[in-house]
C-alpha cells in the first residue's frame, strides 16, 4: 500500500458539485475580481475567527507584507520572529525594507516568550509570531511583551486556520493577522490566496487600500501600494470549503489522536500540545534522532513523509547575515534535524493509519 503524504484530489471528489456550481455562478456573473463572492467570503471568515475586519489578498506572503506596510514598518526596523519557519514569514519582513531579528523557540516548536526581551531594542517595531504546524504560539505571554513594550504583534496564522488558545481562535490576539490559503493548508483554495484580520478600522482602512495600489479611489493613489486581491473564482471555492473546515480539523485532531496512541517506537518522539490550546494539526511533527534513516525506510515502504522545516532561515544563503551575534538559536538547529512530518490529511483511510504506524513501529536503528 502506498500512503501519500498529501493528497488534494480525495477532498476535491468529496465536494465537486458544490465547487463546480459555485465557480460557474462566478463565470456567469463575469465579476472576477473584487465582486461581491470575495466581499461574502471576507465577512464569512472575519465571523469564523471573530474580528471585526477581513482584507483578502493574493497570498499569505502578501498578507504579511501589507500588514506590515500597514502598520508603518519599513526600512530598517527590526521585527522579531522565529528561523524555523517558511522561507514567506521573513521574506514578506525583506520585501517591507525590515530587518528580520531570530529568537529561539520552545519545546513546542514556537517563538519563545522567555528569550524575547533580550532581543528588544529602540528598532523594534513588531513581533510577528508563528502558530506552526498548527499549534498555538504562547500567544498571551507574548502579548504581553509586545504591550508592555508599546510594540506591534502580528500573527502568522498561515497554518493554524481555526486553532485556539484558552477558548479564542488565532488571529484575534494580535494587531493584525495573517492567513494563506495555499492548497495544502486546512483551509486551501485551488490556487494561491491569502487574509488579513484586524479589530482596527485604520489598519483595515489603510491595509484594503494597500492591496490596490494605495487607491481609495479608483485610478488615485495616496500612497505606494500593490496588486494583491483575492480573486473572485478563489473566494467561492473558500466560502465552500470554509463549511467544512470544523470537520476537516476535527478529522485531523483524531488521526494525531490516532499516532499519539499507536506509535510506540523508543526512537520516535510524538507531538506535544500546549495546555488550554487547540492544534489543529496542519501537519503532524514527530523527532528523532534518526531523521535520515527512518525518512528513507518510510520512502522505501511507500510511506509519505517531509521535513518542516530542514534548513532554519538564518542558515539560508540570502539571510545568514541577520543571524543573531549576541545570542544562539539551538532549539530551532537541533530541532531542524529531528523533525519529521507524517501524512495527515482528513481523506486519510484507517488502513492507511495502520500502515504508517505499523511501518514506523517496525523502524529499527
Known sequence: MTVPFFDATRQYSAIQKDITQAINRVLLLGKYVLGGEGISFENEFRTYIGTKYAIGVNSGTDAIKIALRSLSIGQNDEVITVTNTAVPTVSAIREVGAIPVFVDIDEFFTLDPKKIETSITD??????????YGQPANILAIKKIAKKHKIALIEDCAQATGASFEGKKVGTFGDMSCFSFYPTKNLGAYGDGGMILTNSK????????????????????????????????????????????????????????????NITNALIETPRVRNNSEHIFHLYVIRTKKRTALKKYLQENSIGCGVHYEYPIHQQP??????????????????????????????????????????LNNFKA
Open 123 to 132: 528598532k523594534t517595531k513588531a513581533i510577528l509570531i508563528v502558530h506552526l
Open 202 to 261: 485604520r489598519l483595515a482602512e489603510r491595509a484594503r487600500s494597500l492591496r490596490m495600489y494605495g487607491m481609495k479611489k479608483t485610478y488615485y493613489a495616496e500612497e505606494e501600494g500593490f496588486n494583491s486581491r483575492l480573486d473572485e473564482i478563489q473566494a467561492t471555492i473558500l466560502r465552500i470549503k470554509l463549511q467544512h473546515l470544523d470537520t476537516w480539523n476535527k478529522k485531523r485532531k483524531n488521526i494525531a489522536d490516532f499516532y499519539n496512541k
Open 318 to 359: 540570502p539571510y545568514k547575515k541577520f543571524a543573531p551575534k549576541k545570542y544562539g538559536l539551538k532549539e530551532s538547529e537541533r530541532v531542524s534535524t529531528e523533525i519529521l512530518s507524517l501524512p495527515i490529511f482528513p481523506e486519510l483511510t484507517q488502513d492507511e493509519l495502520i500502515q504508517v504506524v505499523k511501518t
